[in-house]
């Protein structure tokens, strides 16, 4: 049967390519505009990672300037506030609203402002049925879950259905909102188990759901469908897919204990394609290369810049590859500032002579404390060695890191980095998710940006440069 996303796709490109001049596009991307009542004094837009950051005046405005791509649905936030913006190269849009009732004060004028006020009212359809939040549908019981769900897709098309009517339309992105409409239902299916057992505690296989009718429908996806790459439902049931491969293959291979080669063989196993290969090898190795550094990719990257045919994803692993460079092993580590417990200056400096192990924490984060019992148990094995263990908190006060330090009796080198995400020590090191572990030399060089926690195997690393200065 022909694929109705592509016929679909081939019919609107032909049209709207003979009604376009085509000349060379300025790449460049202006978004604009006047937000008040905003908590914060910035405002950042990500797609596929941070793409642009700017300062917000005391009335409100900004600007954000950037190299574009093709049309592609982004992400402007500031503190709490949230808007999806549609852009392509060459846009320039402005846009107004009141942060305290964005959804009846927003407004857009520009390129494409058709695109982003219907993405806009989109999300608006969560509120309208009740919901806060999406994931607020996965704590429903199964009737009401499907209830629900029904009730969002349905009013959602409905809107969507009046916005086709509408002149002048980006083609692109009608295929790219049929195929929401095609696959974010199924994808809902697919998590809600995975939710439900976070939720109620129970073990995820006992929730009752039809996985089989799911899995059924899972397992009829097209994988070919390059255009919709940029469609983050669908490319979420690939790698589910992806996923369920590599536990099957981890499974059936006793002899095979990297879980990164085993999708590396589900990857090439199931897409054949050789661009939506690319894009999901290419979202592997950033994946791994944002968390833990290039070492830890090595021959994934090295493969991949040569087999691959997709410039753009090679440029951008290569731009993420050297921002790393600062980090590398031998680097000297900025002298950063923390303030202690009681609440005077310490620095990095103050611990030269030893290895220095960090582990960089918040007391809301659950793998956080988790590794603490390891952690206490590491420094009690390690306590008449040269090894500092330094933990850093990034809470955004003080006040419930204290807390939980005192309340665990915490001792030790306890330090606290001031702003939190934009601190010093999380902004150098490419900090993006915790808990993060450091270890630097004797001397106050970097021996690993990112090392292993407490809980695996950061033993090794330990006892090997121990081993350099105590022999």
Same mark, same amino acid.
């Given at each position: 049967?022909?694929?109705? $996303?592509?016929?679909?796709?081939?019919?609107?490109?032909?049209?709207?390519? %003979?009604?376009?001049k085509?000349?060379?596009?300025?790449?460049?991307?202006?978004?604009?505009?006047?937000?008040?009542?905003?908590?914060?004094?910035?405002?950042?837009?990500?797609?596929?990672?941070?793409?642009?950051?700017? !300062? $917000?005046?005391?009335?409100?405005?900004?600007?954000?300037?950037?190299?574009?791509?093709?049309?592609?649905? =982004?992400?402007?936030?500031?503190?709490?506030?949230?808007?999806?913006?549609?852009?392509?190269?060459?846009?320039?849009?402005?846009?107004?609203?009141?942060?305290?009732?964005?959804?009846?004060?927003?407004?857009?004028?520009?390129?494409?402002?058709?695109?982003?006020? *219907?993405?806009?009212?989109?999300?608006?359809?969560?509120?309208?049925i009740?919901?806060?939040?999406?994931?607020?549908?996965?704590?429903?019981?199964?009737?009401?879950?499907?209830?629900?769900?029904?009730?969002?897709?349905?009013?959602?098309?409905?809107?969507?259905? @009046?916005?086709?009517?509408?002149?002048?339309?980006?083609?692109?992105?009608?295929?790219?909102?049929?195929?929401?409409?095609?696959y974010?239902p199924?994808?809902?299916?697919?998590? =809600?188990?995975? =939710?439900?057992?976070?939720?109620t505690?129970?073990? !995820?296989?006992? $929730?009752?759901?039809?996985m089989?009718?799911?899995?059924?429908?899972? &397992?009829? $996806?097209?994988?070919?469908?390059?255009?919709?790459?940029?469609?983050? %439902?669908?490319?979420?049931?690939?790698?589910?897919?992806?996923?369920?491969l590599?536990? @099957?293959?981890?499974k059936? +291979?006793?002899?095979?204990?990297?879980?990164?080669?085993?999708?590396?063989?589900?990857?090439?196993?199931?897409?054949?394609?050789?661009?939506?290969?690319?894009?999901?090898?290419?979202?592997?190795?950033?994946?791994?290369?944002? *968390?833990?550094?290039?070492?830890?990719?090595?021959? &994934?990257?090295?493969?991949?810049?040569?087999?691959?045919?997709?410039?753009?994803?090679?440029?951008?692993?290569?731009?993420?590859?050297?921002?790393?460079?600062?980090?590398?092993?031998?680097?000297?580590?900025?002298?950063?500032?923390?303030?202690?417990?009681?609440?005077?200056?310490?620095?990095?400096?103050?611990?030269?002579?030893?290895?220095?192990?960090?582990?960089?924490?918040?007391?809301? %984060?659950?793998? %956080?404390?988790?590794?603490?019992?390891?952690?206490?148990?590491?420094?009690?094995? =390690?306590?008449? !060695?040269?090894? &500092?263990?330094?933990?850093?908190?990034?809470?955004?006060?003080?006040e419930?890191?204290?807390?939980?330090?005192?309340?665990?009796?915490?001792?030790?080198?306890?330090?606290?980095?001031?702003?939190?995400?934009?601190?010093?020590?999380?902004?150098?090191?490419?900090?993006?998710s915790?808990?993060?572990?450091?270890?630097?030399?004797?001397?106050?060089?970097?021996?690993?940006?990112? &090392?292993?926690?407490?809980?695996?195997?950061?033993?090794?690393?330990? +006892?090997?440069?121990?081993?350099?200065?105590?022999?």
């Amino acid at each position: 049967m022909r694929n109705p $996303i592509n016929f679909v796709l081939i019919v609107l490109i032909l049209m709207y390519g %003979c009604s376009q001049k085509q000349a060379p596009q300025d790449p460049t991307v202006i978004v604009s505009g006047k937000i008040i009542n905003l908590e914060s004094e910035e405002v950042t837009l990500f797609h596929d990672g941070e793409i642009a950051n700017g !300062k $917000i005046d005391g009335e409100g405005n900004f600007k954000l300037k950037f190299e574009g791509d093709e049309g592609l649905v =982004y992400s402007l936030f500031s503190g709490r506030t949230r808007f999806e913006l549609y852009l392509s190269q060459g846009d320039s849009i402005f846009i107004t609203a009141d942060a305290k009732n964005t959804s009846s004060t927003f407004e857009v004028q520009g390129d494409h402002e058709k695109e982003t006020r *219907y993405l806009v009212r989109k999300r608006q359809t969560e509120t309208e049925i009740g919901l806060k939040y999406p994931v607020e549908l996965m704590e429903k019981s199964k009737e009401g879950y499907f209830k629900l769900k029904e009730s969002l897709f349905t009013l959602s098309k409905v809107k969507f259905e @009046e916005f086709k009517k509408q002149d002048n339309i980006d083609p692109m992105f009608v295929i790219k909102e049929e195929a929401y409409f095609t696959y974010s239902p199924l994808l809902y299916d697919v998590l =809600y188990p995975v =939710y439900q057992a976070s939720f109620t505690g129970m073990a !995820k296989d006992s $929730i009752d759901f039809p996985m089989e009718e799911v899995n059924a429908k899972l &397992a009829t $996806i097209p994988l070919d469908q390059k255009q919709l790459l940029n469609v983050g %439902c669908y490319t979420q049931l690939i790698d589910t897919r992806i996923s369920n491969l590599t536990s @099957e293959i981890l499974k059936s +291979d006793k002899t095979l204990t990297s879980e990164d080669k085993a999708r590396t063989l589900a990857i090439d196993s199931l897409l054949k394609d050789k661009s939506v290969n690319d894009h999901f090898v290419y979202t592997s190795i950033k994946s791994n290369m944002e *968390y833990r550094g290039p070492v830890y990719v090595k021959e &994934a990257y090295e493969k991949f810049m040569k087999e691959n045919e997709s410039p753009k994803y090679a440029e951008k692993l290569k731009k993420l590859k050297d921002k790393w460079e600062p980090l590398g092993p031998g680097k000297d580590a900025p002298d950063f500032t923390f303030t202690n417990m009681e609440g005077q200056d310490v620095k990095l400096s103050d611990l030269k002579g030893s290895l220095v192990y960090i582990d960089i924490w918040a007391t809301w %984060c659950g793998p %956080c404390i988790d590794e603490h019992p390891h952690w206490d148990e590491l420094k009690l094995e =390690y306590a008449d !060695k040269r090894v &500092a263990f330094l933990t850093v908190s990034i809470d955004e006060t003080r006040e419930p890191w204290e807390k939980m330090v005192k309340a665990k009796k915490m001792d030790g080198y306890q330090w606290f980095a001031e702003n939190a995400w934009k601190s010093d020590l999380t902004l150098h090191f490419m900090v993006n998710s915790i808990p993060r572990f450091i270890l630097l030399d004797e001397a106050g060089k970097i021996i690993d940006p990112s &090392a292993g926690r407490p809980s695996g195997m950061i033993r090794e690393s330990l +006892d090997k440069y121990l081993a350099k200065i105590e022999g």
